[in-house]
């Protein structure tokens, strides 16, 4: 069975940084995708970031470009999410979700993946 648990949010000051991390487990294919969302009360849910190990191609949303970096450790199934310069409008409850069979699939659009983690809150006061 396919799990992902995300860990590393809190509450932190603007413009100061967090590590989330999403650790993945219960698969063995090599044509997947992780991807990072958020969702803040009242809002749709929207792609942040997203790592692909099927060409290692990596994707942002305009609004976290320069200030968030993604990268994974294969040999720890484990994909990281590292934030500085946090806004308060970053605050939301951040989802990994992993994504089989990549050909042809939005990174950015949730209802694409497939297996999602419980969620890990991250609250920036401003």
């Known amino acids: 069975e396919v799990q992902l648990v995300e860990s590393g949010g809190g509450q932190v000051q603007a413009g100061g940084s967090l590590r989330l991390s999403c650790a993945a487990s219960?698969?063995?294919?090599?044509?997947?995708?992780i991807g990072w969302f958020r969702q803040a009360p009242g809002k749709e849910r929207e792609g942040v970031s997203c790592?692909?190990?099927?060409?290692?191609?990596?994707s942002y949303a305009d609004s976290v470009k320069g200030r968030f970096t993604i990268s994974s450790d294969t040999a720890k199934n484990s994909v990281y999410l590292q934030m500085n310069n946090l806004k308060h409008e970053d605050t939301a409850v951040y989802y990994c979700?992993?994504?089989?069979?990549?050909?042809?699939?939005?990174?950015?659009?949730?209802?694409?993946?497939?297996?999602w983690g419980q969620g890990t809150q991250v609250t920036v006061s401003s």
């Open positions: 219960g698969f063995t294919f090599d044509d997947y995708a």
């Open positions: 979700a992993l994504k089989y069979y990549t050909a042809g699939f939005s990174w950015f659009s949730s209802s694409h993946y497939d297996y």
């Open positions: 790592i692909s190990k099927s060409d290692e191609s990596i």
